[in-house]
DNA sequence: GAATTTACGTCAGCCTTGTTGACATTCCAA
DNA sequence: TTGGAATGTCAACAAGGCTGACGTAAATTC
């Protein structure tokens, strides 16, 4: 930071530690990242992994169980947990396919779509004032370490997203 | 992205869209940024939170137990447990301290510093590799949105550490 | 010097969320 | 028709959070 004043193609300063402030940058800033949801669901007897399901959900409305599975990156005796109990609260419905009649596909019902409205408004908020305050070059740099940080195959699960997204 | 090729003093662009992009690529990168470190654990039947603990006495050796408590925001009962387990298998050295004795200074064993090593290896190779894929520019701004989207309190720990550390 | 507070350790018990393994059902596809 | 895929579910377990209560030693305060 201190001798790259020469416009962004200064030579690699990567230092150990360098990087290790960059660890530590991931680990508080995701702590600031998942606090406020965290909060929220506290009061209603969620979890993140509901938080995580939710959001997924409402990112792809019809998604399959192993669809989830396979972005959430998890078992699917600990995934079912957590939809069980989002279908009995009424948040998910869960829909048997119509081509293909094992698959369930997945949707928010109204309620669900408030949680998921409420958590994501919360998050977008601490997002947009981190947007903000870095300014928008900041941002692309952001979006682009990121990318580089994920495994192959998450990137390959976020970059399907962002294309079937906007 | 599409219309701010004008060096980066766009107007801000931060459509709901956008955030949540940030969100998905928070939790995608996430999960990178701890499969390596989390795989080596797994063989040696340690876990994050020895992780974490082990990180951050690396990073500041001689750490108390309440300094080490307020940094990883868990309570003393889950630490102990840790910690405990640490100082059995001698990596961690525990030494009550000279001038307050009721404070307990926390240090790496050499088998704590090979740990810690192996670890941080593993953690700054993928590091370094994302920042040369998205370049200085965007290291740069990376760390700006990290840093802003962090807690007030865990921004001062952040940066106390930065102080201390080169 | 006595009382209080601080730093730490520990026991007990609970919850969430992850895991494995086993098994049943349904149904597509070769 | 048969194998394999997609899903659900039961049981059992572990890591790592949490609260509450209690104990001890040392520092601090009155």
Redesign the interface.
């Known amino acids: 930071?201190a001798e790259?004043a020469t416009g962004?193609?200064?030579?690699?300063?990567?230092t150990?530690?360098q990087?290790?402030?960059?660890?530590?940058?991931?680990?508080?800033?995701?702590?600031?990242?998942t606090?406020d949801p965290d909060r929220i669901l506290d009061g209603k007897d969620y979890g993140r992994a509901h938080h995580?399901a939710v959001?997924f959900i409402h990112?792809s409305p019809g998604t399959t169980v192993s669809n989830l599975l396979a972005i959430l990156?998890v078992t699917k005796q600990s995934l079912n947990r957590v939809l069980r109990r989002l279908i009995e609260d009424d948040l998910v419905r869960s829909d048997k396919g119509k081509v293909d009649q094992r698959e369930r596909h997945l949707f928010l019902t109204p309620k669900g779509q408030a949680l998921e409205r409420e958590l994501?408004d919360a998050?977008?908020a601490?997002?947009?004032?981190?947007?903000?305050?870095?300014?928008?070059?900041?941002?692309?740099?952001?979006?682009?370490?990121?990318?580089?940080?994920?495994?192959p195959e998450?990137?390959r699960?976020?970059n399907r997203?962002?294309e079937a997204?906007?």
Chains 1, 2 share one sequence.
């Open positions: 930071m790259s962004g193609e200064t030579l690699l300063f990567l150990d530690e990087l290790r402030q960059g660890i530590e940058a991931m680990f508080f800033a995701y702590r600031g990242f606090a995580r959001h990112r990156g994501s998050q977008r601490r997002m947009r004032a981190a947007y903000r305050a870095a300014g928008p070059q900041a941002v692309v740099g952001f979006r682009q370490v990121l990318e580089a940080m994920m495994d998450m990137r699960q976020y997203l962002r997204g906007p």
